[in-house]
């Protein structure tokens, strides 16, 4: 079992920066891929990146490659989600989720446990 809670989320204007972390519980986070997914109102949950279970991995989507950097400290049992430049469009709330085995995951139905989000609003 593990559950997950993220904070880190707010009001940025447009071109700043926020760091969302996700703590997790339960003795499984160690071996467990990590992903940040977001969802915008009225549209559907998609995947912003994931990281393996020993950090070395990662892998983003196209609209956030180059903006956003996923870490974890399994130490600490956090997994962050670093967002720089941020446009509106990064408006949404986000949801951090352990994945089913240790690799890289990128669709919802490979992870089976999720925090509650964080909102994210970006002003123009």
């Known amino acids: 079992q593990v559950q997950l809670v993220e904070s880190g989320g707010g009001l940025v204007q447009a071109g700043g920066s926020l760091r969302l972390s996700c703590a997790a519980t339960?003795?499984?986070?160690?071996?467990?891929?990590m992903g940040w997914f977001r969802q915008a109102p009225g549209k559907e949950r998609e995947f912003v990146a994931a990281?393996?279970?020993?950090?070395?991995?990662?892998y983003y989507t196209n609209s956030v490659r180059g903006r956003f950097t996923i870490s974890r400290d399994n130490a600490k049992n956090t997994v962050y989600l670093q967002m720089s430049s941020l446009k509106p469009a990064d408006t949404a709330v986000y949801y951090c989720?352990?994945?089913?085995?240790?690799?890289?995951?990128?669709?919802?139905?490979?992870?089976?446990?999720w925090g509650q989000g964080t909102q994210v609003t970006v002003s123009s």
């Open positions: 989720a352990a994945g089913r085995s240790r690799d890289l995951h990128r669709t919802t139905g490979e992870y089976n446990y």
């Open positions: 339960g003795r499984t986070f160690s071996v467990s891929g």
């Open positions: 990281v393996s279970w020993s950090g070395y991995s990662a």
